[in-house]
């Protein structure tokens, strides 16, 4: 069955650094998601992405962060400078294109601890 | 926007018990409503789905109602299993047309040998 992929599974960061969070989504899905999980709280949206450009994004989604579809199969989300409140568990997710219906199959998430 | 309101956790039941974990939302008009599980260490799963009123979703033996009179939308299993161990959450589009989720704050069960 087609899965949702990210890499790495676990990053460890010196505060101010950039980092790069790697997603796969599922190949026929045509929205791609971010959506973080600080320790104990909600799971929180980011940004969607569709058709190579961000169509909605969070409060949060500020000038620090920011996404990129390199290729016909990466998702990136990149910090460009990252705080110590970034640490956070990072899912990604993609949906199908059909009109409406909005079902997100999520990846295992990559855990960003910030130092 | 709409908004979720899950119960409280954790929830610790022997195997074999009965689980309820209410979900009630805030939205406007009738947008599809979702369960998530979430297993340790693993990511989010979509366990069931509603996309209309009086809908039920059920998978894997849990099932849940989409009730618009009273604006829920609870899990309900007969008779959970260790394996059922996870954190569980309700979820439904952030506002009308638009795709993003907004999660409640998730319930996590443990379910006793």
């Known amino acids: 069955e087609p899965e949702v992929t990210q890499t790495p599974s676990h990053q460890v960061t010196q505060m101010g650094q950039e980092v790069i969070l790697r997603c796969v989504p599922i190949?026929?899905?045509?929205?791609f998601y971010w959506y973080r999980q600080i320790l104990g709280q909600k799971v929180e949206f980011l940004v969607s992405?569709?058709?190579?450009?961000?169509?909605?994004k969070s409060e949060i989604f500020d000038d620090q962060f920011s996404v990129e579809r390199p290729d016909g199969s990466n998702f990136t989300l990149k910090i460009r400078s990252t705080k110590l409140e970034d640490s956070a568990m990072y899912f990604c997710?993609?949906?199908?294109?059909?009109?409406?219906?909005?079902?997100?199959?999520f990846g295992p998430g990559t855990r960003l601890t910030v130092l | 926007g709409n908004s979720v309101t899950q119960m409280e956790g954790p929830v610790t039941l022997s195997e074999e018990a009965f689980l309820t974990i209410n979900c009630t939302y805030t939205?406007?008009?009738?947008?599809?409503l979702f369960w998530y599980v979430q297993y340790p260490g693993e990511g989010l799963q979509l366990l069931l789905k509603?996309?209309?009123?009086?809908d039920k979703g059920s998978n894997k033996g849990f099932e849940a109602t989409y009730r618009k009179e009273t604006t829920s939308f609870h899990l309900e299993k007969g008779s959970v299993q260790v394996s059922d161990s996870a954190v569980y959450f309700c979820?439904?589009?952030?506002?009308?047309?638009?795709?993003?989720?907004?999660f409640g704050s998730g319930t996590r069960l443990q379910v006793q040998p």
């Open positions: 997710a993609s949906s199908p294109g059909t009109r409406g219906y909005n079902e997100q199959f």
């Open positions: 190949s026929n899905h045509l929205y």
């Open positions: 992405f569709y058709n190579n450009e961000i169509s909605e």
């Open positions: 939205a406007t008009g009738y947008p599809s």
């Open positions: 509603a996309t209309k009123a009086d």
């Open positions: 979820a439904l589009p952030l506002d009308t047309g638009r795709r993003a989720l907004t």
